[in-house]
């Protein structure tokens, strides 16, 4: 489980090691003693916590859901006002992957970028609908009954999903078309009902 504001443990040491490992490498080149290093630890302390390769890349895509969890709840938890709640989240998705990876994964290996990506995406809804809860509900197109939250929550990952694939010439201006989508304007703020 991924510990906000404390020491990290070796287990997400070596997880945090693997994602970038395999963020420089790609899975297929990637090795446990490769790991080890990047982590800082011995390899009989690897192989304690993951004894294969196919139980580290099982683990480091938890982990990555539990990270992503970790820092929504956070900047989530910052914000009191529904809409400020979304305003951040909406941010917070925007960067994540750029922020979560390293310059060129689907360069690595495109299939399992692209394989990871689908296989967080379910759990990411999930997080982001939960967490962010009634705040979803002044979504023009929620509050309409056009979409439910967990359509809206899909709606804002993919298009995030779609930003890190291919990147828009400038990551503010995207994040204020979405913005202007979840009816906060450019600025975050509400934008009155019509």
């Known amino acids: 489980m991924v510990t906000v504001g404390t020491s990290p443990t070796t287990s997400e040491v070596i997880l945090a090691a693997g994602r970038r490992a395999i963020a420089s490498r790609g899975p297929g080149k990637l090795t446990l003693s490769a790991v080890a290093a990047e982590a800082g630890v011995s390899r009989p302390t690897l192989y304690r916590w993951f004894p294969t390769k196919g139980i580290l890349l099982a683990a480091i895509t938890a982990y990555e859901v539990e990270h992503f969890d970790a820092g929504l709840q956070s900047v989530i938890d910052a914000h009191r006002a529904p809409g400020s709640r979304l305003d951040a989240?909406?941010?917070?998705?925007?960067?994540?992957?750029?922020d979560a990876t390293a310059a060129d994964p689907i360069g690595a290996d495109p299939a399992f970028a692209l394989q990871s990506l689908a296989d967080t995406l379910v759990p990411h809804i999930e997080s982001l609908a939960r967490?962010?809860?009634?705040?979803?509900?002044?979504?023009?197109?929620?509050?309409?009954?056009?979409?439910?939250?967990?359509?809206?929550?899909?709606?804002?990952?993919?298009?995030?999903?779609?930003?890190?694939?291919?990147?828009?010439?400038?990551?503010?201006?995207?994040?204020?078309?979405?913005?202007?989508?979840?009816?906060?304007?450019?600025?975050?703020?509400?934008?009155?009902a019509r």
């Open 89 to 98: 989240a909406l941010r917070y998705i925007v960067t994540y992957l750029d």
């Open 131 to 192: 967490l962010l809860g009634d705040a979803l509900d002044s979504v023009p197109v929620v509050r309409a009954g056009v979409l439910t939250r967990d359509e809206a929550a899909e709606m804002f990952l993919r298009i995030a999903y779609s930003h890190y694939l291919v990147p828009h010439r400038d990551p503010e201006e995207m994040l204020g078309m979405l913005r202007r989508f979840a009816g906060l304007g450019r600025t975050g703020k509400r934008t009155p």
